[in-house]
């Protein structure tokens, strides 16, 4: 596949996604590195959309550690019980939040973010093996069509774990 994405102009969240999963599929079929993948992924997302951040915290040394991502700089680490990576994490579900300021114990890594949507990422035994964060500058900018594209992205990972 050419590294460049094809993305329908105009078209609604959905439609977008569904013009993504199978651009993404092919980045991701033949290679077998997670560091390449996890990269494009974020990547192709903050292309398609222009998410203000997009990457993905993966599970080391006992928290949620910065792995690839695409946006400005972030926080490198992050403790399971802490902010909306933490509670995905923790309670091992996707986890929107319209408004960052109202939920418990966001980390703000940048005031510019105002809303976000974290996915876990499972192990084929269960466990979380990273989160998927997606932030945006704008307030309550994620909603059923992001869950459900985003997790058929997941999907992806999940089989190559």
């Not at 078209?11 to 199978?22: S, T, W």
């Not at 092919?26 to 998410?51: C, G, H, P, Y």
């Not at 408004?99 to 890594?109: K, N, R």
Request: glycine share 8%.
């Amino acid at each position: 596949m050419a590294e460049e994405l094809i993305i329908p102009a105009g078209a609604g969240r959905a439609m977008v996604y569904e013009a993504l999963l199978p651009q993404i599929n092919a980045l991701v079929e033949t290679e077998s590195d997670l560091t390449a993948n996890l990269a494009n992924i974020a990547a192709a997302l903050k292309e398609a959309f222009s998410f203000f951040w997009v990457g993905f915290y993966l599970v080391k040394e006992g928290q949620l550690v910065l792995g690839p991502f695409q946006g400005p700089i972030a926080c490198t680490r992050i403790p399971f019980h802490k902010g909306v990576c933490g509670a995905s994490y923790t309670r091992k579900e996707t986890i929107i939040v319209p408004d960052v300021e109202a939920f418990p114990g966001h980390i703000a890594c940048s005031s510019a973010s105002k809303s976000e949507i974290v996915l876990p990422v499972f192990h084929r035994n269960g466990t979380v093996a990273m989160v998927l964060d997606v932030d945006s500058d704008q307030m309550n900018d994620f909603g059923d069509a992001d869950a459900a594209g985003l997790q058929q992205i997941i999907a992806l990972i999940e089989r190559k774990l």
